[in-house]
């Protein structure tokens, strides 16, 4: 099959086309035959060797976490799919989205939300589990609570302020002004342009706030719970994101769609930080 691999460390340029052995599912694993993939920020944070401390690649690598596309053939032992299945899939850290097929745990799967077609639905897994995991399981968001979204036009927070106005929060959203209307048009109820506005001097009172690692020193002077948080790969997450998508709720946002050779570009994009929803790898 043809993949897109990285034998060392280096810049955009180290992501080569190959051909390589198609990959076998084992116990309680599907085959999923990949029509598109999306980049998420830590693909070429991983390919630049800026998270080897906790994340060290083996080489040769396949980047990609986020696959949309049909199960080839099952494992042993896996119960909730069949071959020809639409679906979609957040592989984690470990990536392999950026082929032809790639392997994934039955158990971290969903059925793709069937509004979508590959390309939007690839766009969805690790964003959206993301801002899923981070706002309900980790922050226990409420309706009427008041929440700032940082990076609210990127792949994690189009989900976030899409969700929380879901869940009736009053969303506040921060990006550069020439994402504003975009950001009204997800449902913000206010938008703060961050290279204007020191966004501490107007918003007060948030219940959450979603944002790069926290000082813990700041946290426990103003009395404030932060963490850290890593999303895990969860199908019971998709599922539910397919739902609200499925039901007009949610929308997707593609900015670029790429072919899967191209992937040093979708790269380059990505690592400029402006990137308006997500950059999408056509495979199939
Ligand atoms: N912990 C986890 O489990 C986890 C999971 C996924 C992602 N992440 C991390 O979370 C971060 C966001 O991920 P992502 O996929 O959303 O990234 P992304 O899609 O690349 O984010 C791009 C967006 O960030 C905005 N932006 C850039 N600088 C900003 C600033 N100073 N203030 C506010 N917005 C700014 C840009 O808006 P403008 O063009 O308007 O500036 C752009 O729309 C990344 O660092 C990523 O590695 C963590």
Redesign the pocket.
């Known amino acids: 099959m043809k993949a897109i691999r990285i034998h060392q460390y280096g810049g955009p340029e180290v992501l080569a086309q190959v051909e390589m052995q198609r990959p076998a599912p084992g116990v309680n694993e599907v085959l999923i035959k990949v029509h598109a993939a999306s980049v998420?920020?830590?693909d070429w944070?991983a390919r630049a060797g800026y998270v080897k401390e906790f994340f060290p690649l083996t080489f040769p690598a396949t980047l990609g976490s986020d696959v949309s596309g049909t199960v080839e053939e099952v494992g042993p032992g896996v119960a909730r799919f069949k071959r020809g299945d639409e679906v979609y899939a957040s592989l984690g850290l470990e990536g392999g989205g950026y082929a032809e097929y790639a392997v994934a745990k039955e158990a971290i799967v969903a059925e793709k939300p069937g509004t979508l077609d590959h390309v939007q639905a690839a766009a969805v897994p690790?964003?959206g589990i993301?801002a899923w995991q981070?706002l309900f399981e980790v922050a226990q968001l409420r309706a009427g609570q008041k929440v700032l979204i940082?990076?609210?036009?990127?792949?994690?927070?189009?989900f976030a302020v899409q969700f929380a106005k879901e869940r009736g929060a009053y969303v506040i959203g921060?990006?550069?002004s020439?994402?504003h209307a975009f950001l009204h048009e997800l449902g913000v109820d206010n938008a703060v342009d961050?290279?204007q506005t020191r966004f501490e001097d107007v918003v007060h009172d948030a219940d959450v706030v979603l944002v790069?690692p926290p000082s813990q020193e700041l946290a426990t002077k103003y009395g404030v719970r932060a963490l850290?948080?890593?999303?895990h790969p969860s199908s019971s997450n998709l599922a539910e994101i397919a739902k609200l998508i499925d039901a007009g709720k949610v929308k997707t946002v593609v900015e670029t769609v790429l072919p899967l050779e191209e992937a040093p570009r979708a790269h380059e994009l990505?690592q400029s930080?402006?990137?308006?929803?997500?950059i999408v790898l056509k495979v199939a």
Do not use: I
């Open positions: 998420n920020p830590f944070k690790t964003g993301t981070a940082h990076g609210a036009a990127g792949g994690v927070g189009n921060t990006a550069s020439r994402n961050y290279q790069q850290f948080y890593g999303g990505s930080g402006h990137v308006r929803g997500k």
